[in-house]
């Protein structure tokens, strides 16, 4: 019997889902239904449960906060998320909370029973990896007592001032370990085969585990024989190597080729890649603890500057904010004039600014989406009845998805290409470009109040006859109605989602009068403005 708890504000949604399916029927039990985020991560705490299905928006606790909770509290409940909210940055903190399914409402009781039946098998793969986790677990215990454990969990207690100084170094003198120097740095070390940040099976992390050992191994021995510090085991799949000694040019030199020496080894020997990440110098416990962060950190940047990562945290730049937009446009621009080499470019910069603003990976997606938005709104604008922005969504997801930087960014540029093409397929005669550039004039210059026939053929320098003809053949509209539902759109924007009186808008959409902006605007919406706004701020 699998046990499911329903959580979402809206009455109405809970019964007809409670209603409409047939739990007993599907070997399932719902064993509650709460109305917000934090009833259910109450429930939770005091009553079993396999699946929680859960909304977005929620009082008190949303559901990305419940997802939180349960990722980091409850990780073998499987999470369904429902909601009318499509947005990307939804469906990327989703993937963050390991959620399993992203459904949009409404929700018919064929799609929850289908995807009920998905999570039911989730649940059963996880309870199966549970089973082995434990034997592995309990088979390791006699391992866990080993000197070398020891050794790694008072080596990490000493720089992660789990302990204080002097217990730590009296432990560690107990072990035969002496960590008298003048000066510490961190180098944290990480396979690369495991990067991704997907789930994976209890018998590949156990896989994982012994790979680390070998890493440990060949890392404390190469160290140990240099006379450069000592190695320990931080869990059960991360290296970290104490460096010790003066601070210096020249150590600072053999600190890094003694990581060059252990990626060496480690691909002769496994045919294995590692990262490496060195942390800052340190004299004190506190500065010890930052190394030990900025390694850590150091490890993060593999997603933008791809595998095998050697990088010295003391000569990187900080992260910086990093303003994407102008470049953007300037791709807009390329797309629409048809400058595919411009286009290329222009990407080609942005991947660099974008490495070299050392974002992380959250960031670096959001300016990739940024991209495709612009492109994909570009194309829409000049071919409406293109099909490549249905696509969007799932290319949103699979950017995410990427475990780097690199492959994300390859995507992007193919889905950009994509887009030129269809432009320039639609761009294959001159009068067709013409119209287009002609709606893309109209949706720049709307708001001037002179923009007429006149000026747009003269910005073209075609005669308005012609212009006339090429432009209804494309839009199947006069330049004239382009212009009007243009602007009354822009007055619909601009009337539901802000205070600005009704001539402050005739004038941000182009109307001289507004008074014609009144009678224009009623009689396209059969209402006038103020009644529009009183209906849709409600």
């Not at 409670?18 to 007993?24: L, M, P, V």
């Not at 399993?100 to 989730?122: F, G, N, Q, W």
């Not at 990490?156 to 001032?161: D, G, M, P, S, T």
């Amino acid at each position: 019997m699998y046990r499911i708890l329903l959580v979402d504000d809206e009455i109405l949604v809970r019964d007809a889902i409670r209603e409409n399916i047939d739990w007993k029927a599907m070997d399932c039990e719902l064993v509650g239904d709460c109305d917000n985020g934090k009833a259910a991560a109450e429930f939770v705490q005091t009553h079993p449960v396999d699946i929680v299905l859960t909304d977005i928006l929620m009082p008190y606790m949303d559901g990305m906060e419940l997802s939180h909770f349960l990722h980091d509290n409850y990780p073998d409940i499987v999470i369904v998320i429902f909601s009318g909210f499509g947005e990307f940055e939804y469906a990327k903190k989703a993937i963050q909370y390991d959620v399993s399914e992203y459904m949009l409402k409404p929700v018919t009781a064929m799609e929850l029973r289908a995807v009920i039946e998905k999570m039911k098998k989730k649940v059963d793969q996880r309870r199966e990896e549970k089973h082995k986790i434990e034997r592995l677990t309990q088979t390791s215990e006699n391992y866990q007592k080993n000197a070398i454990v020891i050794r790694s969990r008072a080596l990490q207690a000493f720089v992660e001032n789990i302990k204080t100084r002097e217990e730590s170094l009296e432990e560690l003198s107990g072990l035969g370990i002496s960590l008298e120097a003048a000066c510490y740095r961190v180098a944290a070390f990480d396979l690369d085969l495991y990067s991704d940040g997907t789930q994976i099976t209890a018998e590949k992390r156990q896989e994982s585990a012994l790979m680390s050992f070998v890493l440990f191994n060949v890392s404390d021995e190469i160290v140990s024989r240099e006379k450069a510090g000592v190695a320990y085991q931080e869990g059960n799949n991360k290296v970290c190597v104490l460096f010790m000694g003066n601070r210096t040019r020249e150590f600072g030199e053999k600190i890094m080729e003694i990581c060059q020496m252990i990626q060496s080894k480690l691909k002769e020997l496994m045919a294995l890649d590692v990262s490496i990440s060195v942390g800052s110098w340190a004299r004190t416990q506190q500065e010890l603890l930052v190394s030990h962060e900025l390694a850590e950190k150091g490890i993060e940047y593999r997603y933008l500057l791809g595998g095998r990562l050697l990088i010295d945290m003391e000569e990187q730049p900080e992260e910086n904010t990093l303003s994407i937009k102008n470049v953007v446009e300037a791709l807009v621009t390329a797309l629409k004039t048809g400058r595919k080499e411009n286009a290329d470019h222009i990407l080609e910069k942005i991947s660099s600014d974008i490495k070299a603003a050392r974002v992380d990976k959250s960031r670096a997606c959001v300016y990739l989406q940024q991209i495709i938005r612009a492109a994909d709104e570009t194309c829409e604008d000049m071919v409406p009845d293109s099909k490549l922005f249905s696509k969007r969504e799932a290319l949103l997801q699979q950017v995410t998805e990427q475990n780097s930087f690199d492959s994300a960014f390859e995507l992007v540029k193919s889905h950009v290409g994509e887009i030129f093409q269809t432009l320039s397929d639609a761009n294959s005669s001159s009068g067709q470009r013409q119209a287009r550039l002609a709606l893309d004039y109209i949706q720049k210059n709307y708001m001037d109040p002179d923009l007429s026939l006149n000026s747009i053929c003269s910005y073209l320098n075609i005669s308005t006859s012609y212009f006339s003809t090429i432009f209804k053949d494309l839009t199947g509209e006069t330049f004239t109605e382009v212009l009007i539902r243009t602007r009354m759109e822009k007055a619909k924007e601009l009337l539901e989602n802000t205070t600005m009186k009704n001539y402050e808008i005739a004038e941000k959409v182009g109307f001289a009068d507004p008074h014609y902006f009144g009678i224009s605007f009623k009689k396209m919406t059969g209402c006038t403005p103020t009644e529009y706004a009183r209906e849709k701020r409600k």
